[in-house]
């Protein structure tokens, strides 16, 4: 006979899965609106409290076009000799290029074990409590 699962915190079985909480609270939306000859379209996604208090955990953002704007701008300073402004957006470059990569490692590393943790976690409808079932 299964076992039956129930919450470690208040011992209830009104215990629901965040994936399927998360899943079943979001949608994806789009609507086109005409008048004349205009067009306006519009997209997104909605989601319940509770669906975004489960949500999956994101991917970190790597931001190359903050980098290449950066050097960019540090070009065209240069190319006007001004070598202390170059110098500046030069070192913002560097600072974008740092979170671009503490951003590809959390992506690669931490986010598959956090994505599988999450999968496996579970909301407690009575308490409110969150927990992992492997």
Known sequence: MAEKLICPKCSSDNIQKCSVIYQSG????????????????TSGTESTALAQSVAPPAKHDEP??????????????????????????????LGQAIS?????????NQWPR???????????HRCGHYFIID
């Open 64 to 93: 190359y076009g903050a980098l290449l704007g950066c050097l960019g701008i540090a070009g065209l300073f240069y190319l006007w000799n001004w070598t202390i402004v170059s110098i500046i957006f030069v070192l913002a470059a």
């Open 114 to 124: 956090d994505y599988k943790a999450w999968q496996h976690s579970w909301f407690c």
């Open 100 to 108: 671009i990569k503490e951003a590809m490692d959390y992506n690669s």
């Open 26 to 41: 979001t949608v994806d939306h789009s609507y086109t609106s005409r008048s004349g000859d205009n067009t306006v379209e």
